[in-house]
């Protein structure tokens, strides 16, 4: 199985591939500023290979990772699906190789397939939410 890398573009691949990543859109930035992602992480049956010793391990990693990146804004809202496995989370980060770059230290990078979205502000919202709702 091939990785393809965050920045290429995946729209013309049907088959998406567990560890791959599809890219739906190109983030507008300036010097300086950080993008927002919508990053939508479905697992696949991958997972289940594992023993329950080594799934157990894996995902102890993954939560530490996970609460380290939470921890310093690169994540910043997370939601699980009622699916019961699929989650979209909120990266706020430099571009697309540094969100390339703190996906793949994820253990559960490889057993899932990735599709990002890059954000853009909404016109009716002159200011992020969080900054308009922070007290005062």
């Keep these: 199985m091939t990785r393809t890398d965050i920045g290429a573009s995946l729209m013309s691949e049907p088959d998406i591939m567990p560890g791959d990543v599809r890219r739906d859109l190109r983030p507008s930035t300036t010097e300086g500023s950080t993008v927002e992602y919508l990053v939508k992480a ?11 010793d080594e799934r157990e391990e894996l995902m102890a990693r993954e ?3 996970a609460t380290a990146l939470i921890d310093d804004g690169t994540i910043t809202w997370m939601w699980r699906l009622p699916d019961g496995g699929t989650t979209l989370a909120i990266w706020n980060v430099d571009g697309d190789e540094a969100l390339d770059a ?5 253990p559960v990078f490889p ?5 990002v979205t890059a954000l853009a502000a909404h016109p009716a919202f002159r200011a992020p939410l969080r900054a308009a709702t922070a007290p005062a």
Excluded at 42 to 52: C, I, K, Q, V, W
Excluded at 102 to 106: A, K, N, V
Excluded at 111 to 115: F, L, Q, Y
């Design 42 to 52: 479905t697992p696949t049956g991958g997972l289940l290979e594992l023993s329950a």
């Design 63 to 65: 939560r530490e990772i």
């Design 102 to 106: 703190h996906l793949r230290t994820l």
């Design 111 to 115: 057993h899932n397939v990735i599709e």
